[in-house]
């Protein structure tokens, strides 16, 4: 692979768009170029009305995204070591708020950046042969594009201090118990597995998955009693569209439904 070839690779299909950080001779660590392609390729897709669910992996055999690139890391001043993770913190912050499901497939090494880019994804497919985990103290570091509070949000704090504090590399399994990726299926079945639950999402309704996504989103970090409010809210909003109509009407006529996305 040759310092010509492009950040990232981009394919659609069947309004599936797989977003693949294509720097595997680095194992796909994230410079501050990857992470602007991948803030524009994110920005795009939220855009594209013919994208309906986006899936995001690492090119080649062995890494998801082993993390943020280190040799780019060694020289910042503090200023730039703000403003780097200032960088990865709003390109991953446009992932999580993308108003479209995004599923990671980690298909290899996901540390550091890696697993905070994983972890704002909001479905995780880890191949059983994954390895996840926070190594920054190994590098005299903290994790600075959301791990210590994304990690925290989905494990709880006994996983996220384990994790960080000792910087220990965790198997896709263990990451399964403590609920950081949703399934872990065999490496080789990785790829159809993913695709398999893109297509299901890609055929739902998406102004329904929409307000899901923004309930949890929103909804999700204020007290209950304004999440219940805003989750009512958007159920309300759902009563203006087309697919509703038709999801129930199908349902009532004994036949699928075929969502439009009005
Ligand atoms: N940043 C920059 N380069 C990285 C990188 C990172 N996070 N992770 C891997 N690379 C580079 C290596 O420097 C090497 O480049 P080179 O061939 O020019 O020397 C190449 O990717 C292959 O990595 P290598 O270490 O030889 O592969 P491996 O299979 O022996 O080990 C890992 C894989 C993931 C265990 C090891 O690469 C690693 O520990 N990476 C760093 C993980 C990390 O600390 N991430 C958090 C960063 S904050």
Redesign the pocket.
Known sequence: MTTNEPLLLIDDANAVRTIHVNRP???N?LNAATIDALDAAFADAGFDPSVRVVVLTGSGP??FV??????E?NTLTPVQGRDFSLRGTRMMRRVEKLTKPVIAMVNG?A???GLELAMCCHLRIAADTAKMGQ??I??G?IPGFGGTQRLLRLAGRAATLELCLTGAPITAERALQLGIVNRVVPTAELESDTMKLAAQLANAAPLALRGMLDCVNIGGECAIEEGLEYESAQFGLVFATDDMREGTSAFLEKRKPAFNGR
């Open positions: 001779d680095k194992l660590a062995k890494a082993a993390g943020a690139d280190i040799s890391m090494y540390f550091g950046g190594p920054e190994n590098l570091l």
